[in-house]
């Protein structure tokens, strides 16, 4: 009940192209959800996060997409860029406990 | 904002012997610390939690005689592996949380260890 599930494992995109990563959790105890991007040899970096009174979240190009009911969340980055090549991470959280994270997703975005 | 400082970045030691690792908030206090360990194209390992001034909580599985941890100040809390082994060899990352706030971490650039 503690996991959070994320896919695809891999992602390939084309330059300009939307990149898509869903997740997907059970524990109804999970009220924080974030975004982190990671660059290979860096610590992960928070690029976006949602409660779950809302639906969507926006910030420039990264779009977090909540669905309480079915307990999924996923982002969306638009206009894909060949920069954005990373790890990206999903995670969830009780309030004011410990992070609970995906398995990652490798995003590739191809000039 | 919220820059989580690690140091050293990348070490290198022989085994059997011991390894410390700072994690520093440098512009905010940080009451809580977490510590997570990373396997290459793996995600991110919880080992414990740190709080200042308290004992570390740490998560099952993770031998706490092996891995000491120290959060002394509100900036400053240390890992120190103990006797090195080299399937200690890995990516430590540090994270804080702001005071007065539960939820979101600022991770530091992570600490690659490698154990001969």
């Known amino acids: 009940q503690q996991q959070v599930k994320q896919s695809p494992q891999s992602l390939i995109v084309q330059k300009g192209g939307i990149s898509i990563i869903n997740c997907a959790y059970e524990?109804?105890?999970?009220?924080?959800f974030p975004w982190y991007q990671q660059f290979p040899g860096k610590g992960p970096a928070l690029l976006i996060a949602i409660r779950p009174d809302v639906s969507e979240k926006k910030e420039g190009r990264f779009t977090i997409s909540f669905n309480k009911s079915a307990k999924q969340f996923s982002l969306h980055i638009m206009d894909s860029q060949p920069g954005d090549s990373a790890t990206y991470f999903c995670a969830a959280a009780p309030y004011g406990q410990n992070f609970v994270f995906g398995p990652g997703t490798r995003l590739s975005v191809l000039p | 904002g919220a820059v989580v400082s690690q140091h050293p970045s990348w070490v290198i030691c022989k085994s059997g012997t011991s390894v410390k690792i700072e994690c520093r908030s440098l512009?905010?206090?940080?009451?809580?610390m977490f510590w997570y360990r990373q396997f290459p194209k793996q995600s991110l390992m919880l080992m414990a939690t740190?709080?200042?001034?308290?004992?570390?909580?740490?998560e099952q599985g993770v031998e706490k005689d092996k891995f000491l941890i120290n959060h002394a100040s509100l900036t400053l809390s240390t890992l120190t592996v103990t006797s090195a082994h080299p399937e200690d060899s890995s990516f430590y990352i540090c994270?804080?949380?702001?005071?007065?706030?539960?939820?979101?971490?600022?991770f530091g650039p992570g600490t690659r260890l490698l154990v001969l």
């Open positions: 994270s804080a949380v702001t005071s007065g706030s539960s939820e979101t971490q600022y």
């Open positions: 740190s709080n200042e001034g308290s004992k570390a909580t740490y």
């Open positions: 524990n109804t105890a999970f009220d924080y």
């Open positions: 512009d905010f206090q940080a009451t809580t």
